[in-house]
């Protein structure tokens, strides 16, 4: 009797998705963090551990500061940021993907929320520029800004030929850095990785 009894409480835990602390895998725990925050939930398959570039590392694309190995990466976004590197010389990133619970965590020095809740980081299709050719953002002259915004426009025209007019890249310049996002992203999930 006390057998049925452990036998019925563990399948009252598996079939109330209590067993364990995980999903599944990796994978499903991220997944289920858009699923949380009433997200667009990516599919298993747009999910990887590595992307290709010719200049960023899957740490600068992926953001290993989030906890997981997996992340997202858009190609499409991926090839204008490799073409810009290119043209531009170094560049250094401060933030690439970001899963849905890091994006929420992010917090200025104030202790204020810095990060939107629908965020492309959390998509693989935008990041954060902190420097390019060793000279930080902040510190950068208007002149420096507008020549590196410039070149920016003649490499994602580049994509648009590409991609399709729909998609372009929109950069945001903040205090210490500049940020770019491929805009209309979720509606092109062809595009995934």
Excluded at 36 to 51: A, D, N, Q
Excluded at 73 to 82: C, E, G, I, Q
Aim: charged residues 20%.
């Amino acid at each position: 009797m006390r057998l049925l009894r452990l036998a019925s409480l563990c399948i009252l835990f598996i079939t109330c998705g209590y067993y364990g602390t995980s999903y599944g895998d990796e994978i499903d725990d991220i997944r289920a963090e858009y699923e949380k925050y009433g997200l667009k939930v990516p599919s298993r398959s747009m999910f990887g551990t590595s992307h290709p570039s010719r200049y960023f590392s899957d740490d600068d694309i992926g953001n290993s500061n989030n906890g997981y190995s997996y992340f997202l990466a858009n190609t499409a976004f991926w090839f204008v940021l490799d073409e810009f590197r290119g043209s531009t010389g170094p560049i250094i990133l401060s933030s690439g993907y970001r899963n849905p619970e890091y994006n929420r965590n992010l917090k200025d020095k104030d202790g204020k929320r810095i990060a939107s809740n629908t965020s492309l980081h959390q998509y693989g299709g935008a990041t954060d520029i902190y420097s390019i050719n060793g000279v930080t953002w902040g510190n950068m002259s208007d002149a420096q800004k507008w020549d590196a915004i410039v070149e920016l426009g003649v490499v994602a025209t580049t994509m648009q030929g590409i991609y399709g007019q729909d998609m372009y890249i929109e950069a945001v310049e903040k205090s210490d850095h500049l940020h770019l996002e491929l805009m209309n992203y979720c509606d092109f999930d062809d595009n995934w990785t």
